[in-house]
């Protein structure tokens, strides 16, 4: 079954714990992305990578990085993670030939920072 | 960059009306225009979309209209059902760049 996957769903940490959202995809797309969505601001695109080693910053990086050493891997890491960052994150990914084309996104996973 | 507008945040209609979401943008070199549809805990998925070469595409009940001139892009859905109830979200991909920015989201609810 084709499908993004994310893991942790659910995450409860205490703020300048560094902490790893693995995202990953069996489509072989070459696009991934990571969104976080907050009540009234929709979905913000923190980072998105257009293939392997090749990653670029959304509207909203700062305090987030990530890393794309293989295709269907793309974990949002938080080094030293704020309240600011509770939030709902969604990873999604699509092929890359065109710069159009679904998302597909994965079940979000629901970060607090206490 | 971009600027996406979405109206209205929260829209309530009766089993059976006619639902409207319009989205505003500020980029008149973008050129596609998707909506996505989250239900409550779920994940977005995309409904439906459309280019810029495109001013109308329908899919059952619903369908966008793309006016390129005024910069903007609606959502209809007519015959509304309960289970159209969900968060909907426009979004615009710029012509340029791998960025796809969405708007706030609206809330619908349809009442049975």
């Known amino acids: 079954e084709a499908q993004v996957t994310q893991n942790p769903r659910y995450l409860i940490t205490v703020t300048g714990k560094k902490l790893t959202v693995t995202c990953s995809q069996n489509m072989n797309h070459e696009y991934m992305s990571w969104y976080r969505q907050d009540p009234g601001l929709g979905l913000r695109q923190i980072y998105y990578s257009m293939n392997v080693e090749v990653t670029d910053k959304g509207d909203v990086p700062e305090g987030y990085k990530v890393s794309r050493k293989e295709k269907r891997n793309f974990p949002l890491i938080l080094e030293s993670p704020s309240p600011n960052q509770t939030s709902l994150y969604f990873c999604a990914s699509r092929t890359g030939t065109m710069n159009t084309g679904e998302l597909f996104f994965g079940e979000g996973s629901r970060l607090t920072v206490l | 960059g971009e600027n996406v507008e979405q109206h209205p945040s929260t829209l309530s209609v009766q089993e059976g009306d006619s639902a409207v979401i319009k989205c505003t943008y500020s980029d008149s070199a973008s050129n596609y225009f998707p909506w996505y549809k989250q239900e409550l805990g779920k994940r977005p998925q995309l409904i439906i979309d459309?280019?810029?070469?495109?001013g109308e595409k329908k899919d059952q009940r619903i369908a966008v209209t793309l006016n390129k001139t005024a910069k903007h892009f609606s959502l209809h859905i007519t015959e509304t059902q309960p289970e159209d109830s969900a968060v909907y979200f426009c979004a615009v991909q710029m012509e340029y760049g791998n960025k796809l920015v969405f708007g706030a989201g609206t809330i619908l609810r349809v009442k049975s």
């Open positions: 459309i280019r810029s070469n495109v």
